[in-house]
RNA sequence: CGGGGCGUAGCGCAGUCCGGUUAGCGCACCUGGUUUGGGACCAGGGGGUCGCAGGUUCGAAUCCUGCCGCCCCGACCA
């Protein structure tokens, strides 16, 4: 049992840690906080991504690149946005290094080479992004501008975990410019739709639609809407997220614009964003003690073949036939060639990467005319005919993608609970964990006081919550929704 | 930044308390052979600045001092 790995019973953060690393999704890097993506892990996000990035297209969204680097004035200007991130910041001070005189071979910091003004590593680009268009916007006929960039960012944390939190990541970031407050606001809750389709389509993963209470909110913003996730330890991930920044950023940054009447207006504006983070979320949301398990609408390989015992040229044959075939319909397969390695290594390997079928063809199926389908989802195995495995295949990989929704789906109801009174509330936490479904006062005090006592945030306010009479969990105070309570992420 | 653990071959570890020939083991790797429908076996082989720097000593993986890094648990956060 040469890959091993810890059994989420026994340590969830271990498990997640190895499966990361065994799957060959990404690996520690010499850089305090910063991993290395591999090969397995950035094709995974290839798939996000290029799925992401044609829903924005269709929606009328348009890429650029923005710099990695943003001067301090500029960034400071919007004060809330600025003192949100302050805490977390890289800072590029010098432009040069030198020889050091005290210790050969080594160099410095030349002292002579300071910036006269710092420049941020942006943990998000706001800033450069309004400072530019201003220069962008003059009339209404300018509006709007809806633009989307690819881009890392760097957040400083003082602790990080592979895809989950890291000090370098990738994301996209959407920075919309409109004429009306109601045209941006209809941007945000579109895009958090998209967000919706995304992760619930594509990666199988149920999420609940709502926007974030005042200390939660994106600083900055005056709404931001967001989609959470349930992992499979009972706590919430927040998948992804967009703001409604009403007009902060243009009167930071005086981005006005004329309107039809020749009046000068400030400009109303959106952002919004997921990152690599999606791929920890994937992790915990379908994968199981034998690793990675991947929805096939997002899988770097869906189908890969093995022949049994080993490739010889009259199996290799048959499974190139069969390959070619899958390929015809637009699925991605991998035939496995190596003959150092024998079927029950290749077996335990390809359930390890979370390949989401796999076929084996050995000489017992060519004679009786049939291949093993084994799919990942549930370690099924089945004997198919050789003459129907094409439509099987193609039907199984909806049917697994299926099937981790609706896996998901249930867990995440069996792990939300409505919760009335304050006691039950830390009992179910400690015990069940989960989402729990209560009723607010609608104060943050109230909010910080229930964070203090038991770790738990209010992860969302359900956009589609029906109004309902009821006593706040903790003041017992009158409250008419309900609201997600439970530790995040 | 606090509390705990750790750093010895690519990976996982033993050895460290109590200093003493040539630093071991499993996996992986290389060569040859036998195998092959769920992580094969036999034989042979290669691979190490024992995290880094200084110190004590005839002699340091082992003792002392300083530093660096990693992991887990908290505080902060997408």
């Keep these: 049992m040469a890959k091993e790995i810890t059994g989420r019973d026994e340590n969830?953060?271990?498990?997640?840690?190895?499966?990361?690393?065994?799957?060959?999704l990404a690996d520690n890097s010499a850089v305090r906080g910063c991993m290395v993506i591999k090969p397995y892990g950035y094709a995974l996000w290839?798939?996000?991504?290029?799925?992401?990035?044609?829903?924005?297209?269709?929606?009328?969204?348009?890429?650029?690149?923005?710099?990695?680097?943003?001067?301090?004035?500029?960034?400071e200007a919007e004060e809330k946005n600025a003192e949100g991130f302050a805490k977390e910041c890289a800072i590029v001070t010098h432009y040069r290094l030198k020889n050091d005189p005290s210790q050969k071979g080594r160099l410095m910091v030349d002292p002579e080479a300071k910036l006269e003004e710092e420049l941020i590593v942006r943990p998000t680009s706001e800033a450069i992004i309004w400072n530019t268009y201003r220069d962008w916007i003059q009339s209404y006929r300018d509006l709007p501008i809806l633009i989307n960039q690819w881009a890392n960012v760097v957040r400083w944390e003082m602790r990080t975990r592979p895809f989950l939190r890291t000090a370098e990541f990738l994301w996209q970031e959407g920075h919309t410019a409109h004429a009306t407050r109601d045209e941006a606001i209809r941007e945000s809750l579109m895009i958090h739709d998209v967000y919706t389709k995304f992760a619930e389509e594509y990666m199988a993963m149920p999420v609940i639609k709502g926007y974030k209470t005042e200390s939660e909110r994106f600083a900055g913003a005056d709404e931001t809407y967001t989609i959470e996730a349930l992992m499979q330890?009972?706590?919430?991930?927040?998948?992804?997220?967009?703001?409604?920044?009403?007009?902060?950023?243009?009167?930071?940054?005086?981005?006005?614009?004329?309107?039809?009447?020749?009046?000068?207006?400030?400009?109303?504006a959106t952002s919004w964003g997921v990152s690599t983070r999606?791929?920890?979320?994937?992790?915990?949301?379908?994968?199981?003690?034998?690793?990675?398990?991947?929805?096939?609408?997002?899988?770097?390989?869906?189908?890969?073949?093995?022949?049994?015992?080993?490739?010889?040229?009259?199996?290799?044959?048959?499974?190139?036939?069969?390959?070619?075939?899958?390929?015809?319909?637009?699925?991605?397969?991998?035939?496995?060639?190596?003959?150092?390695?024998?079927?029950?290594?290749?077996?335990?390997?390809?359930?390890?990467?979370?390949?989401?079928?796999?076929?084996g063809l050995g000489n017992r199926d060519l004679e009786n005319n049939t291949i093993e389908v084994a799919r990942r989802d549930t370690k099924e195995k089945q004997s198919v005919s050789?003459?129907?495995?094409?439509?099987?295949?193609?039907?199984?990989?909806?049917e697994i993608q299926k099937n981790l929704f609706e896996r998901s789906?249930?867990?995440?109801?069996?792990?939300?609970?409505?919760?009335?009174?304050?006691?039950?509330f830390k009992e179910i936490l400690e015990t069940k964990g989960g989402f729990l479904l209560c009723h607010w006062d609608g104060t943050s005090e109230t909010e910080d006081k229930i964070k203090e006592e038991t770790k738990a945030t209010i992860r969302c306010i359900p956009l589609d919550a029906p109004e309902e009479e009821g006593k706040c969990v903790y003041s017992g105070k009158p409250s008419k929704r309900r609201v997600f309570f439970a530790k995040a992420y």
Excluded at 241 to 249: P, V, Y
Excluded at 409 to 424: L, Q, W
């Design 12 to 24: 969830y953060s271990q498990w997640y840690n190895d499966i990361v690393k065994k799957a060959g």
């Design 46 to 75: 290839e798939n996000m991504r290029d799925q992401l990035d044609s829903m924005f297209k269709e929606t009328g969204h348009v890429n650029a690149y923005f710099p990695l680097f943003v001067p301090k004035s500029l960034f």
């Design 233 to 268: 330890d009972g706590k919430a991930l927040q998948a992804g997220t967009s703001h409604f920044l009403g007009q902060n950023f243009a009167k930071a940054f005086n981005v006005t614009f004329s309107n039809d009447k020749n009046e000068n207006e400030y400009v109303w």
């Design 278 to 359: 999606l791929i920890g979320a994937l992790i915990m949301t379908h994968s199981d003690d034998e690793g990675l398990v991947l929805p096939p609408k997002l899988a770097p390989t869906q189908v890969v073949i093995v022949p049994i015992p080993k490739p010889d040229a009259v199996l290799l044959d048959k499974a190139n036939q069969i390959a070619t075939a899958l390929k015809a319909r637009g699925i991605r397969v991998l035939v496995d060639k190596d003959e150092t390695k024998r079927p029950g290594f290749k077996f335990a390997e390809y359930e390890m990467k979370g390949i989401p079928v796999r076929l």
């Design 386 to 398: 050789l003459d129907n495995v094409i439509d099987h295949v193609e039907n199984l990989l909806a």
């Design 409 to 424: 789906v249930k867990f995440r109801s069996e792990h939300t609970t409505r919760v009335d009174n304050f006691y039950d």
